[in-house]
T-cell receptor, first 119, second 111 residues
């Protein structure tokens, strides 16, 4: 089955610790995204990547880092510099803009999410 | 003004009722519009895409009004299983890969 997987489902971080959230997709999508969702708030974009070995900061990138070494994978590291990391983290993917503009579908598809809690 | 605004609700409706949600957006150049459904503590799942004036899928109808800059979602014959939060998502379609999410409208269908 094609889809997006995230691991772990739950993650607990101690103060001063870096943690890495995994995101893998087998949809052959070029673009991948990381969002953060806090209670009662909309999704906020952390980072996105349009192609392998390239990524851009979103609206709330401070305290986070990413890599995109493979098309299928877009891991997110929450560093100790992120002061309030407790949240629900969602990874998503979509077709490239070129495919979208050529008449493809521009929808994003989401993984099941990772709940991060700071102890 | 927020880029995408939704009434947070909750909308409490009886089973079988028809309910409509509106979503307004500020960027008149926006090209693509979507409705997602999000259950409690789960990921958003695509409900409908709205690429032109609107479309219908079973009990769900989405409409786009570019002049007034809003999209709507109509749910007919509500089921208990429709209880969820409905997210409005707008994309400028300018190649920036940016999707703007509303905070969602919560629907509770009552038996």
């Amino acid at each position: 089955d094609g889809g997006i997987t995230q691991s772990p489902k739950y993650l607990f971080r101690k103060e001063g610790q870096n943690v890495t959230l995994s995101c893998e997709q087998n949809l052959n999508h070029d673009a991948m995204y990381w969002y953060r969702q806090d209670p009662g708030q909309g999704l906020r974009l952390i980072y996105y990547s349009q192609i392998v070995n390239d990524f851009q900061k979103g609206d709330i990138a401070e305290g986070y880092s990413v890599s995109r070494e493979k098309k299928e994978s877009f891991p997110l590291t929450v560093t100790s510099a992120q002061k309030n990391p407790t949240a629900f983290y969602l990874c998503a993917s979509s077709l490239s803009v070129a495919a979208w503009l050529a008449g493809g579908r521009g929808e994003q598809f989401f993984g099941p999410g990772t709940r991060l809690t700071v102890l | 003004r927020k880029e995408v605004e939704q009434d947070p609700g909750p909308f409490n409706v009886p089973e079988g009722a028809t309910v409509a949600f509106n979503c307004t957006y500020s960027n008149s150049a926006s090209q693509s519009f979507f409705w997602y459904r999000q259950d409690c503590r789960k990921e958003p799942k695509l409900l409908m895409s709205v690429y032109s004036s609107g479309n219908e899928d079973g009990r769900f109808t989405a409409q786009l009004n570019r002049a007034s800059q809003y999209i709507s979602l109509l749910i007919r014959d509500s089921k208990l299983s429709d209880s969820a939060t409905y997210l409005c998502v707008v994309s400028p379609g300018d190649g920036t890969y940016k999707y703007i999410f509303g905070t969602g409208t919560r629907l509770k269908v009552l038996a």
